[in-house]
């Protein structure tokens, strides 16, 4: 306290300057009405820019929370789609559940390797299991192939390993996609029959055939398709629907009914 009233008594000439200006600003701006409306635009200004500031930073560090509210939320309406129930008796109208759909973020994700590979925040504490299907908000992206408690490791559609059934929505035509690397965002279909035609711009979806995918989701789109010398089987390129490089968030996909139609499958292969 002593050593602050010396360096008012120090510099007591320049302390009453700024007070008397202080003063004179403040009776100024109160008198006129110019000046109080610009002294009122000067700190609307000033405030409103910090507050936007504020806003801006809680937005941000909000974002997270608002993604994982909106992936909820796109989950439940999935698990409310026609596609996700089947229709065991036709008699009575009934419905069982089929497929669920649950929510989880990308931890890691590969594009450039042989066989690429996805780590997913959900594990087996969360339900997942391996031969669940992954897909993006645009199509497939690929199946769980091992849990832990808390992750999951998903084999992209961009591996060598990766065989996904599909089936060309214009004609309804079987045929399974591949990935031979190079390239993240092509695909490949083989041998595909002489007598069938693609064009550019048609679409592969899920078969439903393999149990992991419910059917109609969309896998790639047709760039173009190579028919051999010999008219026998053609190739065809694919621009895949999910872009690997931005995934941020997928859906696994739990068919429910999936033991029950495994056990019967594996009873007529014995």
Known sequence: MYKLLAFLRKHRFFALFLLLEGISFWMLSNTYSYHRSLRFNMVSDFSGTVFEGFSNFTSYF???????????????????????????????????????????????NSVSKPNNFILLNKGSRHGI?????????????????????????????L??????????????????????????????????????????GDTIVTSGNSLIFPA????????????????????????????????????????KMKPEQDSLVNEYVK
Request: glycine fraction near 6%; aromatic fraction near 6%; hydrophobic fraction near 35%.
């Open 62 to 108: 909000s974002l997270k929370n608002e993604n994982e509210k909106l992936l909820e939320e796109n989950a439940r309406l999935r698990n409310s789609l026609s596609s996700s129930f089947l229709r065991t008796d036709t008699s009575f109208a009934f419905s069982d559940s089929l497929y669920l759909y649950l929510p989880a973020t990308v931890v890691s």
């Open 159 to 200: 591996s060598r390993n990766s065989r996904i059934s599909g089936r060309i929505k214009k004609n309804n035509q079987l045929v399974n996609v591949v990935w031979e690397g190079g390239n993240p965002r092509v695909g490949l279909v083989k041998d595909i029959p002489s007598h069938v035609r693609l064009s550019q």
């Open 129 to 157: 299991e391996q031969e669940m299907g992954v897909i993006s908000g645009q199509g497939v992206a690929g199946i769980v192939i091992g849990t832990s408690k808390n992750y999951s490791r998903v084999m992209s559609v």
């Open 216 to 255: 109609g989701i969309l896998i790639v789109t047709v760039i173009e398709q190579t028919v051999s010398e010999n008219k026998d089987l053609g190739t065809a390129s694919l621009a895949y629907s999910t872009d690997f490089n931005s995934l941020q968030h997928v859906y696994l996909i739990k068919n």
